[in-house]
């Protein structure tokens, strides 16, 4: 493993952009601008392929589909939308919340989408009827991350006290609480039905589902990434100073002399693939990086 870059491509850029994400079939970017224009850009030639209009206020959170089919995005004004990524269509938009929405996630089934608060709470929906199925009421704080388990009837959200909630849907009840994390949550992966990421400012941790616990506490320089990727042997991080660092998921350990350093202050995107870095810098240039694989 190794994340080395090499620049492919850098490209200008008209907006500030405030969230990035790569598809899971590491296709295409997602970005989106201060402009409340979400853009799909081609990987790895920096194409853009379609605009999408309809969010009025700043765009806040992100997710994709596990088939990269659709898109989910949420604002600050408490709107959710779900896309369409091959027609770029707006397939349904809801008034999901009041206040900022702060985490989004879709099904691993593709048929509900959730959407977390600032207020707390977490909604359902119902995607081919655009119905709320039900609400879920944090116990304490602000939700900052959500995921789907890799079940559609499992969900796991962070909130602000720095805890992460196991939900049944079936039942809409609490399943069971986490607590580890020390500063605040700022990241959820699923790697799998039994193993789940989490990444706070302090650090990042690695939990058993199955026997509900802490399986892998990670060095602290692994703490506050602006994006994460997981492969079968490896977890790739991307930090605010600019650095890229590779651990190995089984012992947490970094792996030596295997990574590379961006400018600082980067905001930035991992493909699943391992195969390319793309970061947006306060020069309005957009970079996408090869990751060279040794």
Not at 22 to 48: F, K
Request: hydrophobic share 35%; charged share 20%; proline share 5%.
């Amino acid at each position: 493993p190794d994340a080395r870059l090499t620049l492919v491509q850098d490209l200008p850029v008209p907006t500030d952009i405030n969230r990035m994400l790569i598809t899971p079939d590491s296709q295409m970017l997602i970005t989106a601008g201060s402009d409340d224009v979400l853009r799909l850009w081609s990987l790895p030639n920096g194409t853009v392929l379609k605009n999408l209009h309809g969010h009025t206020t700043p765009i806040t959170t992100l997710a994709v589909s596990h088939d990269s089919r659709f898109l989910v995005s949420g604002s600050e004004d408490g709107m959710v939308y779900l896309w369409n990524l091959a027609s770029g269509q707006a397939l349904r938009s809801y008034r999901a919340h009041h206040y900022p929405v702060t985490s989004v996630a879709i099904s691993p089934d593709n048929r509900t989408v959730v959407s977390g608060c600032k207020d707390g709470t977490l909604r359902q929906w119902d995607v081919q009827t655009g119905v709320r199925m039900q609400t879920l009421k944090l116990p304490e704080g602000e939700a900052t991350a959500v995921v789907y388990g890799s079940t559609p009837d499992r969900l796991i959200s962070a909130a602000s006290d720095r805890q992460l909630q196991v939900w049944d849907l079936n039942t809409g009840q609490l399943h069971r609480t986490f607590a580890g994390h020390t500063d605040a949550i700022v990241g959820l992966q699923v790697a799998n039905n039994q193993t789940l990421y989490s990444f706070g400012k302090d650090r990042g941790l690695m939990w058993d589902l199955k026997r509900e616990e802490l399986a892998l506490v990670f060095p602290k320089n692994s703490g506050d990434p602006r994006a994460v990727s997981l492969s079968d042997q490896n977890l790739i991080t991307v930090h605010n100073d600019g650095s890229v660092r590779v651990w190995n998921r089984a012992s947490g350990l970094p792996v030596p002399e295997s990574a590379d350093v961006l400018e600082n202050n980067v905001n930035a995107a991992l493909s699943p693939n391992h195969h390319y870095l793309v970061s947006w810098h306060a020069d309005q240039r957009l970079r996408i990086w090869r990751m060279n694989s040794r």
